[in-house]
């Protein structure tokens, strides 16, 4: 494949995921305040999915489009971070405050999360 093919077979790809409307990104270690931050990998690596109080109806379970292996609490909202996707607290779960918690390496992978009420 020549380098021209390449590139326009990249920016086709890259265009299309942008348009499908999913919430996840390649590497990006920034999470602006008032957002939830979830990555694929520790430290901050790999996919990441974003919330915020317009995407994450509080009191609701939401379960993430990526298994999560690090993440940040920007939110105003305390919120709990769930192994399963569906909440379960018969997993693992914990729950974390609100205006920047920081998990760099979590203690198990996060598939679900709920945003907590005011």
């Not at 409307?21 to 999470?31: M, P, R, T, Y």
């Not at 109806?57 to 298994?67: A, F, G, M, S």
Request: hydrophobic share 35%; charged share 20%; with cysteine.
């Amino acid at each position: 494949m020549s380098t021209k093919s390449l590139i326009a077979a990249l920016v086709i790809t890259a265009g299309a995921v942008a348009s499908s409307g999913i919430a996840v990104a390649q590497s990006d270690k920034a999470c602006d305040k008032g957002e939830f931050c979830v990555w694929t990998g520790p430290d901050y690596t790999g996919t990441v999915q974003r919330l915020d109080l317009e995407s994450a109806n509080p009191d609701e379970c939401i379960p993430l489009t990526v298994v999560g292996r690090s993440f940040a609490n920007r939110l105003s909202r305390d919120i709990s971070a769930y192994q399963r996707e569906n909440c379960s607290t018969e997993a693992e779960f914990t729950t974390y405050p609100k205006h920047g918690t920081y998990v760099p390496d979590a203690y198990f992978v996060i598939r679900g999360v709920q945003v907590w009420g005011p």
